[in-house]
């Protein structure tokens, strides 16, 4: 028991990849056992992190990081394996544990061809995607965060659509880009600090408390900005998304949005805002973030209402709800950073739920076509019902999940400037008009098309891929304060971090409300002085 | 038993009704069905009941104020203020029962349990029976919910859980695509409202470090604000576009009528007892706040005067009988507003509850009526149904008299007291209260057009409908007959001074309106508000005489005054044009802007992105050019310079013993000859 308490990151993560090996030995005939072997697999790594809900809040309380492992990897450049996780990666990881084993469990009948290569890859993905949100020394993070490129770009291209080719190549190629410009900037930061004090080291602990210039501050902010951006995705660099959407099978569909998207914004709360403070601090840096995070919010909006593939729809409404999240971030306070969080985890539920929900009737119907449907709740009242709670919770109504997000976000932007709320609250009224007219066109009405008449109702399966999601939307709605609680330390500590008189008396005289609070005067000094240390 | 302290059983015994329908309802007979979803609600109004009992024998000294918090719900973390303090965000689920929302409470639950009752009989041979209650607890949840919060955020979760259980009962046959159309058209004209809601709420945030009631409530009266301070003023006008989306409010009533689409009870309840007079609610529950920004209660004057004459314009002509109601009830939310922009919010709440009862019992008899004619809803093809349905005649009579505010009816009491305070209140003026006086003789005109049209003159009614005209199940004429009692009754508990009364109503409001800057203004001559109060009766007269004269007396004066009147005739039967302007202007340059950025987006976003890959592919082409023929060129001319260069010696080298022997023989032949010259 204590073993399995020390190592518990290092079995979760390790599960997938061990489960993979008996995968080699199975018969590639045999699809049964595969899909039984694959679920099983997914669902006892679930259960492996299980034991973290219980254990997170009374482990090591005074500190941020918890659960640590760590060990010499490669001694020579001084890379470590090197893992931990606060409250923020906590969340991150109980949404992959959950998602990858419902993506997997709806794949079932949904995957017929090269079943045993797509349970392999599946495996390896979400080992990358768990190690991407437990480590703690950037090499080991640069490792994963490519690792999870290969089987996505598989999945997308072998059990993918009619384009899935272009999609693949292009969801590869678009992410790889933003990596190695965020690789760059991992490098400058290494060898930076091994100039100051003479150490190799990718302990990003060790980095997060180097003071560093602030002219290098700002090159590695972009570096890792279009890195992240790319994979978050912020506008303008999006359209690999859509693609990648529309031509990933269901499960790819579900993970692509449910947990790769977090990484980019989860990169940008790990690493960019504490690393590199005074650059993301910087007033002129936090408005082309928040301008672009706004940008992605309406026009995403805006595009999808007009879209006529429901995949594609959604993949339009992510850019819009990633847009909040983004918004969140650079509002640089407790509550849109926590809000943030909370709408990362919303966005894998309710999009996950989404993608599932497409996908269940693509099974059926083999289209995608918003006009091809109609009249659904006529003949799938189950469907039409759990769908109708997935949009609810997608818009935002309140007592579901998306309102907490949404509200906590809008909330901390406020705080920092009305007009930043004032624009991100179109996104609301705009959210509800195109989720209603989907729903409207897909399920309501007269149900005509006799392709359509004979549909059948889900399957118990089919819904239990979706219960575990409806459910923790209602929980998330109903009493999010174990989520604000496990958030509430690390996001301080950011906070504090970016602005060490956050948390300070009231007396201190400060700015006028409406200006961004977290900008100290010294951050509009020239750059060129910025090379002496602060 | 202490009701107070289990206060959250209200809203959620019909929760629990909506949760068992929309789970297990579809396996449940219609008779289960309807005794787990009229008795909960049903026992919520008699929790609602006694509580409202305890709540009267609190002491004096509490303001008859009762909170009670469940647990924190939205802990949110540290933020900075406007004038720069820390402070922790902290929404709780809680309730708060003052005597303004036990008024709501008892409407809520007393009227909606009638309109409970009456849709067992209404809807008895609809489909989707258990999802009709299941819906109509859903709401009865939410409304509780909103009635019942004390704070802004949980009021708000109400106030969206409205605006979703009303697009879900209008769109209740959604078979139908106008149906569905409404509801959708419901939900987003009202988030537009709650966009403006959700700043407001986060603009008090930052003001005040929280969001219940009480402590704004005390801040705003604490003297930290001065009148017509600016973040006050902003926070009211925010709040009020939220209470115009969901009261329907000029610009954002154009929801309402549509929603007429939805079964006639749910009209009856969402769309005109409860649901709609939320934003009056919001506003008289923020009357802390607006006395403080003066520029914002002149606003809500404005808008709920030019309401109430607008839409009532609107009715005189609708052919509709829900549609004329429903533009009836915008009308009587204008009132409503009316009396809260001019500081009096206690007349406004009293017009909201006299309202619900004869505004539920037109709406309910209209669904007798129809539900007597199978399901026909044009006014023009109705006429002399007095005799053959009397209950619903008698019920109807009677809540006519009263929206038209004829004497010692509820109506009256409630109506007259908004005009009175229009016209006495220091933010009142005549402007406003002549408006109030002429649209209440409209009102009075288009209410008994109604009646006339449907229940006098000759019968239009086709005569294979006429075979089968009859009077409502008892489930249906009970309900219409105990609103009927409340349309004639309701107002008495308001009798007001000048009759001899004393304002029971008002004095129990008093407390959560606490207002003295009202107080010396309201001195007034018995004399003056007598006169008034005679001269509205008589406007009112003025209209029913016209009504009785065109549409009772001598059919067929109506239809020369229309063609008389032209053009503006057409443009009150199409509603000013108002959809056709908002679709124009809104409705299809947003799905415009759609088509634009998504074909932006596939052309030039995306077009970047595929104009990269291109490039790329074109600069590995002309690599593989330059490297075809430059680079491997100039290594293919080296090879191709040394083959020529070669040719000779290889032409030599052919590998033939007999031509290797012949060049020896040649070669010794010509070492031979050189030697046999030169030596």
């Known amino acids: ?534 | 038993m202490h009701f107070l302290n289990y206060i959250w059983l209200i809203p959620v015994l019909p929760v629990l009704g909506a949760a068992i329908q929309l789970l297990l309802g579809r396996r449940l007979s219609n008779k289960a069905v309807s005794a787990v979803s009229v008795g909960l609600p049903g026992l919520s109004f008699l929790w609602a009941l006694g509580c409202f009992f305890q709540l009267l024998s609190l002491p004096a000294q509490a303001n008859h104020t009762f909170t009670k918090v469940l647990y924190s719900w939205l802990p949110a973390g540290a933020f900075h203020l406007a004038d720069g303090s820390l402070a922790h965000l902290n929404v709780y689920v809680g309730f708060q029962l003052d005597p303004l929302s036990s008024v709501m409470m008892l409407v809520v639950t007393g009227v909606g349990f009638l309109i409970h009752v009456y849709s067992i009989g209404y809807m008895g041979h609809e489909g989707g029976y258990y999802r009709f209650f299941g819906y109509l607890n859903l709401f009865m949840f939410s409304m509780l919910v909103l009635v019942l919060a004390d704070n802004y955020l949980m009021m708000f979760v109400g106030w969206e859980g409205v605006g979703l259980s009303s697009y879900f009962l209008i769109g209740f046959y959604f078979h139908r695509k106008s149906a569905s159309d409404a509801g959708k058209k419901a939900f987003v004209v009202n988030r537009i409202g709650d966009a403006a809601f959700l700043l407001g709420m986060m603009l008090m945030a930052v003001t005040f470090g929280t969001l219940d009631f009480l402590p704004i409530t005390e801040a705003a009266r604490g003297g930290r604000f001065a009148v017509g301070d600016g973040v006050i003023t902003a926070i009211c006008i925010l709040l009020f576009i939220g209470a115009a989306g969901k009261s329907a409010q000029i610009p954002l009533y154009v929801w309402l009528p549509d929603a007429m689409e939805g079964p006639t009870p749910v009209s009856a309840l969402i769309h005109a007892a409860t649901m709609v007079t939320a934003g009056v609610y919001m506003v008289a529950r923020s009357n802390a706040l607006y006395v403080l920004a003066p520029t914002a209660l002149a606003l809500v004057g404005a808008i709920g005067a030019a309401t109430a004459i607008w839409a009532a314009s609107i009715g005189l002509v609708q052919n509709d009988i829900k549609r004329v109601l429903a533009y009836s009830t915008v009308s009587q939310l204008g009132y409503m507003f009316l009396a809260c922009g001019v500081g009096a919010f206690g007349a406004g709440i009293f017009h909201l509850m006299t309202h619900a009862f004869f505004k539920a019992l037109l709406f309910l008899g209209a669904g007798s009526v129809i539900h007597a004619l199978s399901g026909e809803q044009d006014l023009r093809k109705m006429g002399a149904l007095w005799r053959k349905i009397p209950t619903t005649a008698w019920t109807m009579l009677a809540a006519t008299l009263a929206i038209s505010g004829a004497p010692l009816l509820s109506g009256f009491f409630s109506k007259d007291e908004i005009l009175w305070q229009a016209f006495a209140s220091p933010y009142g003026n005549k402007l406003l209260w002549s408006v109030g006086v002429v649209t209440a003789g409209l009102t009075a005109f288009y209410m008994f057009r109604l009646f006339f049209l449907t229940f006098a003159g000759n019968s239009r009614v086709p005569h294979e409908v006429e075979q089968h005209i009859h009077e409502s199940p008892s489930s249906m004429t009970v309900p219409l007959i105990c609103l009927g009692l409340g349309a004639v009754g309701a107002g008495y508990v308001g009798w007001p001074k000048v009759l001899g009364g004393s304002n029971w109503f008002g004095r129990f409001l008093d407390p959560v309106f606490e207002n003295p800057a009202l107080r010396p203004a309201l001195q007034h001559t018995w004399n003056l508000e007598f006169g008034l109060m005679l001269l509205s009766v008589g406007v009112a007269l003025v209209g029913f005489f016209g009504a009785y004269r065109w549409y009772a007396k001598q059919p067929g004066i109506a239809e020369r005054v229309a063609a008389a009147a032209g053009a503006g005739y057409t443009l009150l039967l199409n509603k000013y044009y108002i959809d056709e302007l908002y679709d124009a202007l809104f409705v299809n340059r947003a799905k415009d802007l759609g088509s634009a950025l998504a074909a932006f987006d596939l052309g030039v976003v995306d077009g970047g992105v595929n104009g990269v890959g291109w490039s790329t592919r074109m600069s590995a082409e002309l690599s593989r050019l330059w490297d075809t023929w430059v680079i491997d060129g100039l290594v293919n001319v080296l090879a191709f310079v040394v083959k020529v260069l070669s040719y000779p010696a290889r032409v030599l080298q052919t590998g033939l013993l007999q031509s290797y022997a012949w060049f020896i023989t040649l070669g010794v032949f010509i070492f031979m000859v050189y030697y046999l010259i030169y030596f």
């Open chain 1, 1 to 534: 028991m204590q073993f399995a308490h020390d190592h518990i990151l290092s079995i979760i993560l390790f599960i997938p990849v061990v489960g993979m090996i008996p995968l080699f030995f199975i018969s590639g005939e045999n699809k049964q056992a595969t899909r039984w072997w694959g679920n099983v697999v997914m669902f006892v790594d679930f259960l492996a992190s299980l034991p973290l809900v219980f254990w997170f809040s009374r482990e090591a309380p005074d500190q941020q990081f918890k659960f640590i492992e760590r060990h010499n990897w490669i001694p020579s450049i001084g890379a470590q394996y090197f893992l931990g996780i606060d409250g923020i990666s906590f969340l991150l990881i109980m949404l992959t544990t959950v998602l990858g084993f419902l993506a997997v469990l709806s794949s079932w009948t949904s995957i017929q061809e090269r079943v045993k290569e797509y349970y392999a890859m599946f495996l390896l993905l979400q080992a990358g995607m768990l190690g991407v949100f437990m480590s703690l020394d950037f090499f080991l993070f640069y490792v994963f965060w490519e690792v999870m490129l290969v089987p996505m770009y598989f999945i997308i291209g072998v059990w993918g659509g009619p384009r899935k080719l272009y999609a693949a190549i292009k969801f590869f190629l678009f992410t790889l880009a933003g990596s190695v410009l965020m690789l760059l900037g991992i490098l400058t930061l290494y060898f930076r600090y091994h100039a100051d004090t003479g150490l190799y080291t990718f302990n990003v602990l060790e980095l997060m408390k180097h003071t560093w210039p602030l002219n290098l501050q700002y090159w590695v902010f972009w570096a890792f900005m279009v890195g992240f951006a790319i994979k978050v995705p912020m506008f303008p660099f999006h359209t690999w998304l859509p693609d990648a959407h529309v031509e990933a099978p269901t499960a790819g569909s579900v993970i692509l949005a449910g947990v790769l998207l977090k990484m980019g914004t989860y990169g940008f709360i790990r690493f960019s805002l504490p690393l590199l403070p005074q650059a993301s601090t910087n007033p002129r840096i936090v408005k082309v973030m928040v301008v672009l995070s706004i940008i992605a919010i309406i026009y995403g909006a805006l595009v999808s209402l007009m879209q006529r593939d429901m995949k594609k729809l959604i993949a339009y409404s992510s850019v819009s709800h990633l847009g909040f999240c983004t918004l969140g971030i650079f509002a640089l306070n407790p509550h849109g950073l926590q809000g943030s969080v909370i709408q990362q985890v919303n966005h894998g539920i309710s999009t996950g739920a989404l993608f599932l929900i497409v996908g269940l009737i693509y099974e059926r119907r083999h289209t995608r076509e918003i006009k091809e449907l109609g009249g659904l709740s006529n003949v799938m009242p189950v469907y039409a019902t759990l769908f109708m709670i997935v949009m609810l919770s997608s818009i935002g109504l309140p007592l579901l999940n998306g309102f907490i997000g949404e509200f906590t976000i809008l909330q901390g932007a406020y705080e920092v400037s009305w007009r930043w709320a004032a624009w991100a609250v179109a996104g609301i009224v705009l959210g509800a008009a195109y989720m209603l007219w989907l729903y409207q066109r897909t399920m309501f009405g007269p149900c005509e098309n006799p392709k359509n008449q004979v549909l059948k109702d889900l399957s118990f399966r089919e819904i239990m891929t979706l219960v575990p999601l409806v459910i923790w939307a209602f929980w998330i709605g109903l009493y999010p304060k174990p989520f604000f609680n496990v958030l509430d330390k690390p996001v301080n500590a950011i906070v504090e971090r970016l602005n060490p008189d956050f948390f300070k008396a009231a007396q201190s005289a400060r700015a006028p409300a409406m200006s961004p609070p977290a900008a100290p005067a010294s951050l509009e000094m020239p750059s060129h002085a910025a090379g002496a240390s602060h």
